[in-house]
């Protein structure tokens, strides 16, 4: 279990493939931890939702599987991470090598460092599935499988599927992530921040395998 207090914020980066599991397991370690939780994703789904500048610049590129550009990514989460003093859980971002530089010179100017980054790894067959049967309720964000976390069946009506979650979009996602994220993940592995995680397994299994690796 996470020792990290507000006296010790945790300061972390969760990794991984699209549908490996990083929203559903970044509840359990902002709850261990009292980090706030950054899913770019997730801000930028909202901005399309609110119907905002950047929603409207965001929206083509979600809508195909591909990567919103960096400069827009980058000002958001500058933006935010200045206002999380008792730490942050960076889910989604750094996806590219600017954003990564980014990120770095963005706490080198906050006089902070990381302390730990995730890899949650799960094989891409796999992920497919997980995607193509992923449904969110909007009522309490939380997120259920129609197979592996079936949701309670009174909610089932009100439950949404994300456009971005057909086969071929995930397949196109992960091509994404092979070739421009993948490649960010060394750049920790050299400064010793990384904890390769085996995200194959039970929702509780994944969870008990990445609260144990938190400092
Ligand atoms: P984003 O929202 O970040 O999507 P993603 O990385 O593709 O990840 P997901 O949210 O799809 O999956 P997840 O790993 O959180 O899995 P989850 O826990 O839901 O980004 C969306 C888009 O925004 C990008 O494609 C891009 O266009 C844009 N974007 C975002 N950040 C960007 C950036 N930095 N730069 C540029 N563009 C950016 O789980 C998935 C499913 O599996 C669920 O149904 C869940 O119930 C189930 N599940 C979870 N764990 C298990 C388990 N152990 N066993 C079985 N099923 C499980």
Redo the contacts with the bound molecule.
């Keep these: 279990m996470s020792e990290a207090t507000p006296n010790k914020p945790l300061r972390a980066i969760l990794v991984?493939?699209?549908?490996?599991?990083?929203?559903?397991?970044?509840a359990a370690i902002v709850e261990a931890s009292g980090a706030i939780h950054l899913?770019?994703?997730?801000m930028?789904?909202a901005a399309i939702k609110a119907g905002s500048e950047l929603g409207k610049k965001?929206d083509p590129?979600?809508t195909k599987?591909?990567?919103?550009p960096?400069d827009l990514?980058i000002a958001l989460?500058v933006e935010r991470l200045a206002q999380c003093a008792t730490g942050f859980l960076l889910?989604?971002?750094?996806?590219?090598a600017p954003?990564a530089e980014a990120l770095d010179e963005a706490l080198k100017g906050a006089g902070v460092s990381l302390v730990v980054v995730l890899l949650?790894q799960v094989p891409d067959d796999e992920v497919v599935e997980?995607?193509t049967?992923?449904?969110t309720d909007p009522v309490t964000g939380t997120?259920?499988?129609l197979i592996?976390?079936p949701p309670p069946p009174e909610i089932v009506d009100r439950l949404t599927q994300?456009s971005?979650?057909t086969e071929a979009k995930a397949r196109a996602?992960l091509d994404?992530?092979h070739s421009e994220t993948a490649p960010v993940i060394p750049h920790y592995e050299t400064r010793g921040l990384l904890r390769r995680i085996n995200?194959?397994?039970?929702?509780d299994?994944?969870r008990a395998r990445v609260l144990a690796v938190l400092p």
């Design positions: 991984g493939p699209p549908g490996a599991g990083k929203g559903t397991q970044a899913s770019t994703g997730d930028l789904r965001a590129f979600m599987g591909g990567l919103v960096d990514v989460v889910d989604g971002f750094p996806r590219t954003q949650l997980r995607l049967g992923r449904r997120i259920y499988h592996f976390r994300r971005d979650d996602r994404k992530y995200g194959v397994g039970s929702l299994e994944v």
